[in-house]
């Protein structure tokens, strides 16, 4: 005679395999955000070092920090055409596959992104003392001139923020980011990876790093 399950098995059994799947949820969740976390390091690298190429064709000076946005040589677009993308147009240059995108941004946003990294802007927002100003005219780091390169921020992850007109459309996060603005590390500084919510950054030497936290030395005005 056959013995059939009871219902008190069968629910054991299924509490058993619930308890399982939540175990094995997280940890996969982590593994991916891991493989996420380590492509994002790879694109900040890779960015890093195409910078500093431009700036060693162009007398020390790294590519335009903002203006002018949509065309050469802004940063972003520069590190694209450097990467051996064609075209001259932010249409042409942008895409949702190069490393201007961060995987665990653009999963999170869930939008097309084609750009989720900033340029570290701080000494050319236009504020007093400030020789220039990024919004309006074109702006350039002097690389050579960077007193810690190896600790001092070039790229980061950022978020989407509130924007005035004339913006960047939602499948790009902020492009500039002056750390002496609180305005800019709280809405601007994309803080995405691990449930610590820490964010990662390329330095002028071209390593990179995860980072929890804003250095009070970033404050000081880049050359």
Not at 13 to 20: K, Q, W
Not at 95 to 111: D, E, F, G, H, Q
Not at 124 to 140: I, R
């Amino acid at each position: 005679m056959r013995r059939a399950f009871t219902l008190i098995e069968l629910l054991a059994v299924i509490a058993i395999i619930a308890v399982l799947i939540g175990l094995i949820l997280p940890a996969l969740a982590s593994a991916r955000e891991s493989g996420r976390s380590g492509l994002c390091l790879s694109n900040l690298r890779q960015n890093a070092i195409m910078c500093r190429a431009y700036a060693d064709e162009n007398k020390g000076r790294g590519p335009a920090i903002g203006q002018p946005y949509t065309a050469l040589p802004n940063w972003a677009l520069q590190i694209q055409t450097l990467a051996g993308t064609p075209g001259t147009t932010p249409t042409e240059l942008y895409s949702t596959r190069s490393s201007l995108v961060c995987p665990t941004i653009a999963a999170y946003y869930k939008n097309d992104m084609t750009r989720t990294y900033a340029i570290n802007a701080t000494g050319h927002a236009g504020a007093a003392g400030d020789p220039d100003n990024y919004d309006t005219q074109l702006c350039q780091i002097r690389f050579d001139s960077v007193q810690f390169p190896s600790t001092t921020p070039l790229l980061m992850d950022s978020a989407i923020a509130d924007f005035v007109p004339g913006s960047p459309p939602s499948t790009r996060t902020a492009s500039v980011l002056d750390f002496r603005q609180a305005a800019h590390v709280d809405q601007r500084l994309g803080r995405f990876h691990t449930r610590q919510k820490l964010f990662q950054a390329s330095s002028f030497d071209g390593s990179a790093r995860t980072r929890r936290s804003v250095d009070p030395m970033w404050l000081v005005p880049l050359p």
